[in-house]
């Protein structure tokens, strides 16, 4: 998609507000700093992105359940999880070229349309009785590969549906979306899991798919220009783009080795260390529960703000993510836990706020998608492959030291990074702030 073309959207997505309440004046004055979803397709798209985050929330657990109901062991149940994540680190850089070559709604609509029809296979099978594993790795490596298609499309799709100086909204509504669904999510497949089966829950997931697919169909976006040259130019054309933007590179490689020394630890020994010493899986949902609602209410908290620095501003919000791990290290009480999770939260909102509107801003619109791939997939890979070995490992120094090294290391690579002066220096155009003042004021 050419960023002429994005440009050129603005027309449809930001008419004049209905004036719908004559009696306080203007709409838009009185909800200025949401003014994001005023525009008609990114409101549609983000109710049917946030019921589908809710359903894939609320399936995790019941995807739990089911295995075990049916007979699975906790290696099965390992088996299973680890077919929804190795899609994602094979076939991600193809789901971005493929994005921008295509165009990213269709590849997102054949995205959904494939996880609805996943999600309801195993709804289906689960009514029926109880499915071999087998059954469940195969729909769970179709699902993950699904979702590698839908990822990089999706850093793609936002810029074309909201003006240039509304996208860190955008970004922040997102955040909350995901951050929500978290908490939301498990709580609610946990009701009905005992109301019901967790059939239900997974066919309430195909559900979700099905709305997110349908949003997605309205919506008025241009089509995207087919490339000429092959898939492998294309490829090589977006690495030498990131390269070229020295920030991308930096901060991809920092956060693979942030998720490999420091998240992955933090989530697989965090609840051993819950078990060990704070009371178990309770205290562990607290401290879940404590990291998402830092993470709702900052992104909220963040909607019109514009840092001169934003990418200054991304990096001081990673400043949080090695406070539980700390935490835990110290042997700290659970309320403490709980705070530095929540900080861990705050600061995640912020950095993905900022570093997600940095790169839609200052990469080309045409390979946002490839570009979006290969910082997910730099960054996560090691960190998917660093569950293999975080286990034998912590046998051998203990969980706690693993945990401490891990916040020293996201502390030093943070403090690192933001001394760096292409860090620093990174701006947005200063007419994104006056856009968006003329915006507010309608």
């Known amino acids: 998609m050419k960023s002429s073309l994005a440009g050129h959207n603005l027309q449809w997505h930001y008419r004049a507000v209905d004036h719908a309440d004559d009696r306080t004046g203007d709409y838009r004055s009185k909800f200025a700093r949401l ?7 990114f409101r549609v798209f983000y109710a049917g992105y946030a019921t589908s985050l809710l359903g894939s929330a609320m399936s995790q657990l019941a995807l739990t359940f089911a295995v075990l109901a049916s007979g ?3 290696a099965d149940l390992g088996f299973v999880f680890a077919a929804s994540v190795l899609p994602l680190v094979a076939f991600m850089l193809g789901g971005g070229v493929i994005a921008d070559r295509i165009g990213r709604r269709p590849v997102m609509l054949c995205s959904d349309a494939a996880s609805f029809a996943v999600q309801s296979a195993l709804a289906a099978a ?6 071999p594993i087998w059954l469940f790795v195969v729909l769970a490596a179709l699902l993950g590969t699904s979702e590698a298609f839908f990822i990089p499309a999706l850093g793609g799709l936002v810029p074309a549906l909201v003006p240039a100086e509304r996208l860190a909204d955008a970004n922040a509504l997102t955040g909350v979306a995901r951050a929500a669904a ?4 498990p709580a609610l497949a946990g009701v009905l899991i005992v109301v019901t089966t967790p059939a239900t829950v997974i066919a309430i997931d195909a559900a979700s798919f099905g709305a997110s697919l349908t949003a997605l169909a309205t919506l008025r976006v241009p089509p995207a220009s087919r490339g000429g040259q092959s898939p492998w130019r294309d490829l090589a054309e977006a690495l030498s783009e990131f ?10 490689i920092q956060f693979a080795l942030f998720n490999l020394f420091t998240w992955a630890p933090y989530l697989l020994l965090g609840p051993i260390m819950a078990r060990a010493y704070l009371g178990g899986a309770g205290a562990w949902g607290t401290v879940l529960a404590a990291g998402a609602l830092g993470s709702v209410l900052t992104g909220l908290a963040l909607i019109g703000r514009r840092p001169g620095r934003p990418l200054v501003a991304a990096m001081l919000g990673t400043f949080g993510y090695p406070v539980p791990c700390l935490l ?8 403490a836990v709980a705070g530095g999770a929540a900080l861990a939260g705050a ?3 912020t950095f993905g706020t900022f570093y997600q509107t940095v790169l839609q801003r200052q990469v080309p619109a045409d390979m946002l998608a490839r570009i979006t791939a290969l910082v997910s997939t730099g960054s996560y890979a090691l960190g998917a492959a660093g569950y293999a070995i975080i286990g034998p490992v912590a046998g051998v120094v203990g ?7 891990g916040a020293a290391y996201a502390t030093v690579s943070s403090l690192t990074v933001l001394a760096l002066p292409v860090i620093r220096s990174a701006r947005l155009p200063a007419e994104d702030a006056a856009a968006a003042r003329r915006r507010d004021r309608g």
């Not at 003014?35 to 397709?41: C, F, I, S, W």
């Not at 689960?126 to 499915?131: E, I, K, M, N, V």
């Not at 390269?243 to 991809?252: D, G, H, N, S, V």
């Open 182 to 185: 978290t908490v939301a999510g």
């Open 399 to 405: 969980a706690a030291p693993m945990l401490g090294f």
């Open 72 to 74: 699975g062991t906790p």
């Open 347 to 349: 600061g995640s909102a």
């Open 243 to 252: 390269l070229a933007q020295r920030w991308l590179a930096i901060t991809t």
């Open 126 to 131: 689960l009514f029926a009785g109880r499915p």
């Open 328 to 335: 835990l290290c110290l042997h700290a009480p659970e309320y």
């Open 35 to 41: 003014g994001v979803l005023a525009g008609r397709d």
